[in-house]
């Protein structure tokens, strides 16, 4: 019976690891993969209820869900559809404003009218959003 459950044990433990380093575990993602995935990604999907989540509370009291769907919806409208996320050429810029200190990512993109912006997300001390912009590039 013990040698059972030592067996059913190991087999659980292993299981957990292998399903972790398939998954990738509960690895922390960077600011430039938030911005692409969680951001622009989820524009794209029409998932404007997560990316409020990621606002901090400065930001949820600028912008509410149906704000961002008419974000998105201008964008669309002026430049089309996005077609080319270039989250590889993501850079980011140290940022100081009324002595908070932020961090920006800004992530190229293309739109299929053949217009190019940057979409600047600004991260607060916690990682959380606290300014949203599409600069031209």
């Known amino acids: 019976m013990i040698k059972s459950i ?3 044990a190991f087999i659980v433990v292993s299981i957990s690891c292998i399903s972790g380093c398939i998954s990738g ?11 692409e995935y969680k951001v622009i990604d989820n524009f794209r999907e029409g998932n404007y209820e ?3 989540e990621l606002f901090n509370d400065d930001m949820k009291d600028y912008l509410n869900v149906s704000d961002l769907e008419d974000l998105w919806d201008a ?6 559809v996005v077609v080319d996320i270039e989250g590889e ?15 920006a990512v800004y992530i190229p ?3 299929e009218s053949g217009t190019r912006l940057s979409v600047q997300v600004v991260f607060d001390k916690d990682e959380l959003i606290a300014g949203l912009w599409f600069l031209p590039l």
């Open 25 to 35: 575990g509960d690895e922390k993602l960077t600011l430039e993969e938030i911005a």
């Open 6 to 8: 030592a067996i059913l």
């Open 89 to 103: 050429n993501a850079s980011r810029e140290p940022l100081t404003e009324g002595g908070e200190e932020y961090i």
């Open 50 to 52: 997560d990316i409020y």
């Open 75 to 80: 964008v669309v409208e002026q430049f089309g």
């Open 109 to 111: 993109c293309d739109f």
